[in-house]
């Protein structure tokens, strides 16, 4: 069947609880383990159900948000998504208390029992009301977000159109576009101290009703966290300190001389030649017919993954009227079909979000065959190893895309890979020192910050900006106010990608091995465990950062970017 003619039904709510209760009360007064496993898997089958009109909903009203019926549909889903992740408590508890759990383990797994009681110790019913306002908090400043308008040479721009300047070869241009975003937010900065200060309260305070010491600890069991701790991601992110840093370091230095300034300031470093970054060589037409022939030639696995796509209608890559904005891969899960949405422009945003979300809807793809959902969708350290990796797999074929300019292309994104990662660490280490203190005020914060700045980003807050130069660079970071914690995982996920990348170049035959292991493997195992599967080495351990940076300079230092 073909995306377009997959029938959307809307849960009737009522009825879809009953089912749920019920199929439940036989779970646990099952009589012997046959009868209970068989409840198990029914119970999957009803959430893979509502979770697959869900996802169709609202993939219909991302492609287009005019239409009426999805919209009505999209809101029912978000209304009722916290009755549905309710039910899915009850089964969690359930779960503990299974009288053949030790049999459901010998069939199914021991992570799944870790996963329901990691999720049932982050939450209860006594934070309920602290819950509630968090997310009003969190839902004003994604609005506030939103409604920023950046005046630029007469024209107004939201976040995202204004971010485009950031990359232009015209310094005067991005000097301006810079100095208009700062201003915006520093007009706001009373709101955004505020803001985040009660967010910073709340957690604590839900962290302290739940029984942990602080909300640090909360948060690590509430990401699933099931074999590593904030001491290990304290001494992963000594090591970017220590190799990594100075990677990006030299990076800046080199930039420098390319750009030919005495003076390089922090709204130069998205430019990385004079003549400007490198763009694919044809529309949005051309990029989705190069990519694929791309994943026909990289393997006989992912050739048959374009091709069902295509067929089937699974993917919107093109931007348009009416379309929300960004990118994504989902899925619908009892139809086996995984979903790629884009909003291609012609840039090599392009080639890098296909590249992205390919990687995570071939994963999907990969563990349709599992009856626990958790299982098919890992947490995001590891499901980002699957898209990242992806990323620097399709390295080679650039030149269907890039022409002339791939060897510009390819270096601007090793390099960009590594500079990224002391910053996601800043972001790491400065949510631990305010969750660690939750009475500092917003200036002790902004001076956290700051120093945060010397120790991972020397060289790369040049700034001429006050509302910068006093800390609060970080505001701008969504993920602070609206997902705390999660940002490390991109940093995990990367070091995972680099060794991918590095093996892939001496042995590509067993690299891509491992990596289609690692994908089926999907979130049947905790991150360490998973990337063993791989024969990844775990980025908390000693040699590992120190190894990757290595290799990542050989590379870097056998490419004269002079000639760019
Ligand atoms: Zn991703």
């Known amino acids: 069947m073909n995306f377009c003619e997959i029938p959307y039904k809307r849960p009737n709510l009522d009825e879809y609880e009953l089912t749920f209760v019920e199929l439940l009360d036989k779970f646990d007064s099952a009589k012997n383990f046959d009868l209970q496993n068989e409840y198990f898997k029914k119970i999957y089958e009803h959430r893979d159900d509502f979770m697959t009109m869900y996802c169709l909903a609202s993939i219909r009203y991302s492609i287009d948000t005019t239409n009426e019926t999805y919209k009505v549909e999209n809101s029912f889903f978000n209304k009722v998504v916290p009755v549905f992740e309710n039910l899915i408590n009850k089964f969690y508890h359930s779960l503990e208390k299974a009288s053949y759990k030790s049999e459901l383990i010998n069939v199914h797994g021991e992570h799944i029992f870790n996963l329901a009681s990691y999720k049932l110790k982050s939450f209860g019913d006594e934070i309920i009301v602290e819950k509630q306002e968090e997310n009003e908090l969190v839902a004003g400043y994604m609005k506030f977000l939103a409604s920023l308008r950046i005046e630029i040479n007469d024209d107004q721009y939201n976040i995202t159109g204004a971010s485009k300047f950031r990359v232009s070869p015209d310094r005067k241009l991005r000097k301006k576009a810079s100095d208009a975003m700062q201003d915006q937010f520093a007009k706001n900065q009373k709101y955004l101290d505020n803001t985040y200060d009660s967010l910073v309260k709340l957690r604590h305070k839900e962290a302290l009703k739940l029984g942990f010491e602080t909300f640090v600890d909360m948060s690590y069991v509430s990401l699933r966290r099931i074999d590593y701790n904030p001491k290990m991601v304290a001494s992963f992110r000594e090591h970017v300190v220590k190799y990594i840093v100075p990677l990006a370091q030299k990076s800046i230095e080199k930039q420098k001389q390319r750009l030919g300034y005495q003076d390089l300031k922090t709204y130069d470093l998205g430019c990385h030649f004079l003549d400007g970054n490198p763009s694919p060589q044809g529309d949005a037409d051309f990029i989705i017919s190069q990519a694929k022939k791309m994943y026909e030639e990289l393997s006989p696995e992912t050739n048959y ?59 999907k793809y990969l563990c349709y065959d599992k009856e626990i959902s958790e299982y098919r969708r890992p947490p995001s350290e590891t499901a980002e ?20 300019q791939t060897d510009k292309f390819k270096f601007s994104k090793v390099t960009q890979s590594i500079s990224a990662i002391p910053y996601i660490c800043a972001v790491d280490h400065f949510q631990h020192i305010v969750y660690e203190n939750p009475n500092l005020s917003p200036d002790e914060r902004a001076n956290a910050w700051k120093e945060l700045e010397a120790i991972y980003l020397p060289g790369s807050c040049n700034y001429d900006h006050e509302y910068l130069q006093g800390g609060r660079f970080w505001q701008k970071q969504m993920h602070i106010y609206k997902l705390p914690f999660y940002y490390i995982d991109y940093a995990l996920a990367q070091m995972c990608a680099f060794q991918f990348w590095i093996k892939y170049q001496n042995d590509r035959g067993t690299t891509w091995s491992d990596y289609m292991n690692l994908c089926k493997a999907g979130g049947t195992l905790p991150f360490l465990e998973v990337i063993k599967i791989a024969n990844l080495d775990s980025p908390f351990e000693g040699g590992c950062v120190k190894n990757v940076a290595q290799e990542l300079e050989k590379y870097l230092d056998n490419i004269d970017d002079g000639k760019f």
């Not at 091709?307 to 139809?335: E, S």
């Not at 990242?388 to 002339?404: R, V």
């Open 305 to 363: 993954f374009i091709n069902f796509l295509i067929d089937k209608g699974l993917m919107d890559l093109v931007n348009k009227k009416g379309k929300q904005g960004g990118g994504y891969a989902t899925g619908l899960d009892k139809y086996k079909y995984p979903f790629i949405f884009s909003n291609f422009n012609g840039t090599s945003y392009d080639v890098k979000v296909l590249a992205h979300e390919a990687g995570h809807a071939f994963q």
């Open 385 to 404: 190893i699957h898209s990242m990796t992806m990323e620097f797999f399709t390295l080679p074929y650039m030149k269907y895309f890039f022409g002339d």
